[in-house]
């Protein structure tokens, strides 16, 4: 796992517009699932545990699977809150999945690959883990996966190896869209990654802080999905804003600060109600994002 202050970082290229629709409805068929994680705990449709993506039918649908149902719900998979839509999985995560934030998330994206200037960081290391080699089959994971931009993106670009998106709700990809190579499913990180672990040799997430609720076990958690020589690529924001100089922190816009930050106060009210009201763990975040991964269990000290 490589290292620096920060948490290591991936990032990917943008996707055509007919391969990632603006549709607030998934294109699959997902209501033959009965229960919702978070009521049932942890619980694994059979594709699951099996990250060989060579062991069911090659029709497009299965490619899109999903484990969650809750009836009544919008979809059965979200449940629709002051004309938003939100997940059903888990209430700790405080940001819609509708089309509004479909389109914010490709734009992030897009944010993202320009200020990265790729579709991942450390090429090097990345090109070295999933070069094609006969016999074997890379592997990579793509946690918190949103719309399923990023995935679709690195699936392109490695045919060779096999992928799979993790998200909250559904990617909302027509399931024709999706390569044979590529497959997305429902779950909640907090309910463990057991079935995941020694399995693949590039894990990817980005911004799923914000619901987390133990931020350090999970982190423990998704390091061990990691086969030996794998490297995790994170990315998670500060939630505090710095001053124009780069050094000191700026305070956010207040009664008292009329001349701070009014974005740091938007950020900073997210942070308290992430915190006070979705028993998220963003805290512990910041603080593992100032320390760094030195002591790191994980980190290879010689790269």
């Not at 004309?83 to 999985?89: E, H, P, T």
Request: net charge negative; with cysteine; proline share 6%.
């Amino acid at each position: 796992m490589t290292e620096n202050n920060d948490i290591p970082i991936l990032i990917g290229t943008s996707t055509p517009e007919d391969e990632i629709s603006q549709k607030g409805v998934p294109k699959v068929d997902q209501r033959s699932f009965a229960g919702a994680l978070s009521q049932l705990g942890t619980f694994y449709a059979s594709s699951m545990a099996d990250t060989s993506g060579n062991q069911r039918d090659e029709d497009a649908m299965t490619r899109i699977s999903a484990i969650a149902s809750v009836p009544g719900g919008l979809d059965e998979y979200r449940r629709l809150e002051a004309g938003r839509a939100f997940n059903v999985l888990n209430d700790t995560y405080f940001l819609p999945t509708d089309d509004d934030e479909f389109t914010r998330l490709n734009k992030q994206h897009t944010g993202f690959t320009v200020a990265l200037g790729g579709l991942y960081p450390a090429a090097g290391v990345v090109d070295a883990i999933l070069a094609q080699r006969e016999g074997y089959t890379p592997k990579v994971l793509d946690l918190g996966c949103g719309t399923g931009v990023w995935t679709l993106a690195m699936s392109k670009e490695f045919p060779h190896c096999q992928f799979v998106g993790i998200d909250l709700a559904p990617v909302p990809i027509e399931a024709e869209n999706v390569p044979s190579n590529c497959r997305f499913e429902l779950d909640d990180i907090n309910n463990g990654l057991a079935h995941f672990h020694n399995s693949f040799d590039i894990i990817h997430t980005r911004l799923i802080a914000g619901g987390i609720r133990d931020f350090r076990k999970s982190k423990e958690d998704i390091e061990k999905c990691l086969k030996p020589g794998g490297i995790v690529l994170w990315i998670e924001g500060d939630y505090d804003m710095l001053s124009p100089d780069r050094i000191h922190y700026q305070p956010p816009a207040s009664d008292s600060h009329p001349d701070g930050s009014w974005f740091g106060r938007l950020t900073f009210e997210a942070r308290r109600a992430a915190v006070a009201f979705g028993r998220s763990d963003l805290d512990t975040m910041m603080e593992v994002l100032s320390a760094g991964l030195w002591d790191d269990p994980l980190l290879d000290s010689e790269t």
